[in-house]
């Protein structure tokens, strides 16, 4: 069974405050991904890895920042968080970009 | 710049009925396309998946049509039961971008007894 494991789950931030969410996985997966969820906007990707030390901007990056120490850890992180931040992320990794996506449980972020 | 449409946002049958979700994308390059479901509170995951080989996937109760040519592509869900009440994401991707997926804005799903 595939393994992703995110933490913190929920997480009250304050406006300008530095937030750094984290991912593990123990897939022996070669790709992970920083997904945000917003009611009415599906899943959109923030950033995403194929490789240690590589990122990759995806769709939204703006205002994140990423990091891939190592294969199994990604962080997404947040320098000065804003009320517009406030949403689910969803971490995730694949074997490849045709592969199946397994999702991490979440981290539920209020930017207060 | 929303790459991949998918229509209703909502969706009620009855137990029974086909439940039909469609999607639709712009770009022409891609050649992966998935559906998620996520139930209440849980995280998203794969259902089924197509690549524009054939025009059609069938797992179970689930069907994926596809059509090239118009860009669409839509999840039908046959004798349709409670238990799939849940949101459907579609997605995309190409050969040609790596590993991003993109996915659709969701419809939501419900069955009722």
Redesign the interface.
């Known amino acids: 069974e595939a393994a992703v494991t995110q933490s913190p789950r929920s997480k009250v931030a304050v406006t300008g405050g530095k937030v750094t969410l984290s991912c593990h996985q123990t897939n022996n997966h070669d790709?992970m991904?920083w997904?945000r969820q917003d009611t009415?906007?599906?899943?959109?990707?923030i950033h995403?890895s194929?490789v240690a030390d590589s990122t990759?901007k995806?769709?939204i990056p703006d205002g994140y920042k990423a990091s891939r120490p190592s294969q199994e850890n990604f962080s997404l992180i947040l320098e000065l968080a804003s009320l517009s931040q406030t949403a689910v992320y969803?971490c995730a990794s694949?074997a490849?970009?045709?592969n199946?996506?397994y999702?991490?449980?979440?981290t539920r972020l209020s930017v207060l | 710049q929303q790459q991949v449409r998918q229509s209703p946002q909502s969706l009620t049958v009855w137990e029974g009925e086909t439940a039909i979700l469609n999607c639709s994308y712009e770009d022409s390059t891609f050649d992966y396309f998935p559906w998620y479901h996520q139930f209440p509170g849980e995280s998203p995951a794969l259902l089924i998946a197509i690549r524009p080989v054939s025009n059609k996937k069938e797992d179970g109760r689930f069907t994926i049509f596809f059509n090239k040519r118009e860009k669409k592509f839509s999840l039908h869900i046959a004798d349709s039961q409670p238990g799939d009440s849940a949101t459907y994401f579609c997605a995309a991707s190409a050969s040609n971008a790596g590993a991003k997926l993109t996915f659709g804005g969701g419809t939501r799903l419900t069955v009722r007894p």
């Open positions: 790709y991904y997904y009415g906007h599906g899943l959109r990707l995403y194929y990759e995806g769709d969803f694949s490849g970009g045709k199946t996506l999702f991490g449980a979440g």
